[in-house]
């Protein structure tokens, strides 16, 4: 099995930056890929942006150019950088991580809130 621990979130004017964390444990070696979501309130969760065990990363349209996705591999960590936040960036974000057995886990989330 996977834990993953989410923090960063928090309250930030509009045009300003945050930092999620995701710090993983477990069974670190099956992770092949870890990734970012939100869920905004009345809506589906949505994929923000991934990056796979070789370093390969993906960005939903809306995000591209203002958020980066990362990793420290030491520390088994994967961050979220947003920047240049907009009040429709709030949502509860949740790390997830597909492993090498077909499951996916996922932390038990953080609360970003972009006021306007």
């Known amino acids: 099995q996977v834990q993953l621990v989410e923090s960063g979130g928090g309250l930030v004017q509009a045009g300003g930056s945050l930092r999620l964390s995701c710090a993983a444990s477990?069974?670190?070696?099956?992770?092949?890929?870890m990734g970012w979501y939100r869920q905004a309130p009345g809506k589906q969760r949505e994929l923000v942006a991934t990056?796979?065990?070789?370093?390969?990363?993906n960005y939903v349209d809306s995000v591209k150019g203002r958020f980066t996705i990362s990793r420290d591999s030491a520390k088994n960590t994967v961050y979220l950088q947003m920047n240049s936040l907009k009040p429709e960036d709030t949502a509860v974000y949740y790390c997830?991580?597909?492993?090498?057995?077909?499951?996916?886990?996922w932390g038990q989330g953080t609360q970003v809130t972009v006021s306007s």
């Open positions: 477990g069974s670190i070696f099956s992770i092949r890929a």
């Open positions: 990056i796979t065990s070789g370093g390969n990363t």
């Open positions: 997830g991580s597909g492993t090498s057995s077909g499951h996916y886990y």
